[in-house]
């Protein structure tokens, strides 16, 4: 048979040179699978803003040979997202380092590496590795002025630093006391680039303020020492005597002053205030019913110097005088021991009316009380009809037909701010200017009568004997 191919015996003789000589054969290494390889990288911890070498090795994984001249990347979490931070090629020691520096916020500072790989090698990574931050210690203080002038306003001022003066930014708790009181959270500011926070306060008596800090990833908390600030009087204290007794009762502090000026206001009596009243300093048979009285409030100037806010029942036709003459007594910077309306200190069997007694005790001033006069059973007192006023009752005496109250030792004596012995004191001279009289004299010091609707005074009833409180 005839060879239908006659280049066969050439092409099967040159495939069997080939194979001879070993020509197009694979090399044994690329036939098997890359080297396993281990990635490992440390971070020794540190202060935030210092650099810290990110230390890689990179080797076999059977038998922790190295391997030299590899390419590692190394990422940093920023925000959550993860970031180029770099490249570095091992040495012949299978190590490579990178400097990052640290940052305040540990989930900043977790960092991994990647190794590709190559035709011997197989790539390998770190997982996330977290170097940790040496937390600084810090200084909290709160500071400001030591002082400030009542419903005026000052700043109360918060600094947090580290060691070594670099400021801290973060949420700063502040607490503040008051006389009598607890520690109550005021506010929770958060200190700036600069470690500093304001608060403008309008504090209105003594205060004492402190601030706790807690601890951040790269900053230790902190709790300030306490920072006092005393609430100083916008008036001039009353300057009484060392020897002068006090008054036997003593009464809370009344409300601060609203707005500005005596800021006098005049009502009918309010539901609340005629429920309070009724059964004390009003009862059946009074000469002067809810109709005829008006409810007045007015600023006044307490015997510390405060400004504080008052309250009155008085004659419809009345009170109008009274509240004038209260009102240049502020002006003027004329003070009050307190001004509560009678009711406040209860019903007395003794005067038939709200207690009298326990007013003058703690030197109040008061107008309207349907009573009997003091130590005369029986005789109606002109403060039933609204149109008298007892003022600081505590200096300025009553001479009564049983004796002098609510003491003696401040009948003899006169005060240029709050006892009177003549006509010619500033008090009784801004009363007349107002129609309302000085009736008694030394006899009752503390009593004052306003003329009625009819331009007259209350008839003293007989019975008095020329004094009638």
């Known amino acids: 048979m005839t060879d239908m191919h006659p280049g066969r015996p050439i092409l099967s003789s040159l495939l069997g040179l080939l194979l001879a000589v070993g020509l197009g054969a694979v090399p044994a290494q690329a036939t098997d699978d890359p080297v396993p390889t281990t990635l490992t990288m440390t971070g020794e911890p540190a202060h935030a803003a210092d650099d810290v070498p990110l230390r890689l090795d990179l080797v076999r994984s059977a038998d922790a040979t190295p391997v030299a001249a590899a390419p590692v990347a190394i990422e940093r979490r920023v925000d959550g997202a993860w970031q180029s931070l770099g490249e570095v090629v091992t040495d012949e020691a299978g190590h490579a380092e990178l400097v990052a520096t640290l940052r305040r916020t540990a989930a900043d500072n977790v960092f991994r590496a990647r190794y590709d790989g190559d035709v011997v090698h197989a790539g390998s990574a770190t997982g996330p590795v977290a170097v940790a931050l040496v937390r600084r210690s810090t200084r909290l203080r709160v500071g400001g002025p030591d002082s400030v002038i009542d419903e005026q306003r000052v700043e109360v001022r918060v600094r947090w630093i580290a060691a070594g003066g670099e400021p801290v930014s973060g949420a700063v708790r502040v607490s503040r006391k008051v006389p009598g009181g607890d520690w109550k959270r005021f506010e929770t500011v958060r200190t700036g680039d600069d470690g500093r926070a304001t608060i403008l306060i309008r504090p209105r008596t003594d205060t004492r303020w402190r601030a706790r800090a807690a601890r951040l990833d790269w900053a230790e908390g902190d709790r300030s020492p306490v920072h006092r600030v005393d609430n100083l009087p916008p008036g001039v204290p009353v300057d009484l005597p060392a020897r002068a007794p006090r ?223």
């Open 247 to 469: 008054p036997r009762i003593k009464l809370p502090s009344q409300p601060h002053a609203v707005g500005a000026g005596p800021n006098a206001t005049v009502t009918r009596i309010p539901d609340r205030v005629w429920r309070q009243m009724t059964g004390v300093s009003w009862h059946a048979g009074c000469p002067v019913g809810r109709n005829g009285l008006r409810y007045a409030k007015i600023n006044y100037w307490d015997y510390r110097g405060y400004r504080r806010r008052g309250e009155l029942v008085a004659n419809a036709d009345a009170v109008r005088s009274l509240v004038g003459a209260l009102s240049e007594m502020y002006t003027q910077g004329l003070p009050l021991r307190s001004l509560y309306r009678v009711d406040r200190f209860g019903y007395s069997g003794r005067v038939r009316g709200g207690d009298d007694f326990a007013s003058m005790d703690a030197g109040n001033t008061s107008v309207f009380n349907c009573r009997d006069v003091v130590n005369r059973p029986g005789v109606r007192s002109p403060h039933s009809y609204g149109r008298a006023i007892d003022v600081n009752t505590w200096e300025n005496p009553y001479r009564s037909a049983r004796g002098t109250v609510p003491n003696t030792w401040w009948q003899p004596r006169s005060h240029p701010r709050v006892a009177w012995r003549s006509a010619t004191h500033r008090v009784v001279a801004i009363m007349g200017r107002h129609g309302v009289r000085w009736t008694y004299g030394l006899g009752d010091t503390q009593h004052f009568d306003a003329r009625g609707g009819n331009g007259r005074y209350t008839v003293i009833p007989p019975e008095c004997g020329g004094v009638c409180e």
